[in-house]
């Protein structure tokens, strides 16, 4: 059973030893007003915990490198910087997102890189500097499938490890579950999720056959 803290603000929860801001919260209102984000940054979507409680059982490398990309708020990101203590770069294509993942960053007292980009507009080199990949909330559309995969393999390529996406369950992200399945060792799995309340979809996980250890 997760340990109950109580916080006094109540625009404050924590889940997975994270600690989040409901919208509500004055610090993002303030935000809000001059940063708005132009896609769905504007939240933290509960596929985020998704991931998280999935790293728990399947955990990271303590210090590794770690990607969030598509990342909004960077839940995922900021949970993996507290929990392993990774080295974390979130990516989103949105530069309005970049003073909530500060935010973030700074209420859960980590360091986080902060890159704008495209899925389709980052560097296969840049993205080699990364073991692991990880996205939430990110392949809603049909057109997304593609530059995702077209990602993955160019991450591959430059030698990244571990690929894991989370997703309520689209039908997109399952399309780009069954090319992952014919390309690489890939593993999609219904998952649940506890914190901050129960909620449940789907997890794919893509490793690197062509690196030590997957």
């Known amino acids: 059973m997760p340990e109950l803290i109580e916080i006094p603000d109540p625009n404050v929860y924590e889940a997975y030893g ?5 919208t509500r919260h004055k610090f993002v209102q303030r935000l809000l007003r001059t940063n708005y984000p132009l896609a769905h940054g504007y939240r933290t979507w509960y596929t985020s915990f998704l991931l998280m409680d999935y790293l728990e059982h399947n955990p990271l490398d303590e210090g590794c490198c770690v990607m969030d990309i598509g990342c909004g708020w960077a839940p995922v990101g900021v949970y993996c910087g507290r929990r392993f203590r990774a ?39 840049r993205l080699g500097e990364e073991e692991v990949i990880v996205g939430s909330d990110i392949c809603f559309w049909d057109d997304m499938v593609e530059p995702l995969y077209d990602l993955v393999v160019r991450a ?59």
């Open 18 to 22: 994270v600690y989040f801001l409901k």
């Open 87 to 125: 080295k974390v770069t979130a990516m989103d294509k949105d530069a309005n997102v970049i003073p909530y993942v500060r935010l973030m960053a700074a209420l859960n007292d980590i360091k986080v890189e902060n890159l704008t980009a495209s899925f389709d507009s980052i560097s296969t080199e």
């Open 156 to 214: 591959f390529s430059a030698g990244t490890r571990r690929v894991i996406f989370a997703d309520p369950g689209r039908q997109p992200f399952f399309d780009l579950a069954k090319k992952s399945e014919k390309q690489w060792s890939s593993e999609l799995v219904r998952w649940y999720s506890l914190e901050p309340v129960r909620r449940q979809g789907e997890i794919l996980e893509i490793n690197n056959p062509k690196v030590s250890g997957n």
